[in-house]
């Protein structure tokens, strides 16, 4: 079964540093997005990509993050200069393209990369 | 969005039927109600998706009463792999061409025990 996968599954940075996760969205999917989930709470949407640009994004998402797809199969997540409060599970998802089924809810999401800002 | 509310935890014991309920009592008649499932440390699994009456997988049923304003998941003989947060999410799965945003409320945590 195809999935998304995500790497580190494990970053430790320090507050200032730039950190990009990576992740590989499932081949045929032309949807992208980027959630985030601090410990103990809900899953947050930060970002959606189609077609190499954003289609949506959350007030989360401000100029720190940046979101691009470099290569036909790499889709990334850049925060450029961590803080504490960006501690947090990243999970990356992608979801199927239109037109002939419905743009519903199913979306696949990856294992999430821990970031862990000191 | 529709606002919707669930129990926020649910204890059940292995092999039995658990049903979480959700209301949204402002549902839009383009919503579509989807339930997701997420197990600790990993991310949220689609479960099922519907619009009105039931609807049933291999994994659950979702039951949906004609006024739409509550939907039932339900998890026939649970194990302790069913151990985890279910999420109940409302809202218009064709508004966005370019992909919809999942919007998670906290969910209800499902604990099954021995």
């Known amino acids: 079964e195809p999935e998304v996968t995500q790497t580190p599954s494990h970053q430790v940075t320090q507050m200032g540093q730039e950190v990009i996760l990576r992740c590989v969205p499932i081949s045929n999917h032309l949807y992208f997005y980027w959630y985030r989930q601090i410990l103990g709470q809900k899953v947050e949407f930060l970002v959606s990509f189609y077609n190499n640009e954003i289609s949506e994004k959350s007030e989360i998402f401000d100029d720190q993050f940046s979101v691009e797809r470099p290569d036909g199969s790499n889709f990334t997540l850049k925060i450029r200069s961590t803080k504490l409060e960006d501690s947090a599970m990243y999970f990356c998802?992608?979801?199927?393209?239109?037109?002939?089924?419905?743009?519903?809810?199913?979306?696949?999401f990856g294992p999430g990369t821990r970031l862990t800002v000191t | 969005l529709a606002k919707t509310t669930q129990p926020i935890s649910m204890d059940s014991y292995e092999g039995q039927e658990v049903n979480i309920t959700c209301s949204h009592n402002n549902i839009a008649t383009n919503d579509y109600i989807t339930w997701y499932q997420q197990f600790p440390s990993q991310g949220p699994r689609f479960i099922i998706q519907g619009y009105k009456t039931k609807v049933t997988n291999e994994v659950a049923s979702l039951f949906i009463p004609a006024d739409r304003k509550s939907s039932t998941l339900s998890l026939p003989r649970v194990s302790l792999s069913d151990t985890a947060v279910y999420y109940c999410l409302v809202g218009d799965a064709l508004a966005n061409q370019a992909g919809t945003a999942l919007i998670f409320g906290k969910g209800t945590t499902l604990s099954v025990s021995s």
């Open positions: 998802a992608s979801s199927e393209p239109l037109p002939w089924r419905m743009v519903g809810y199913e979306q696949y």
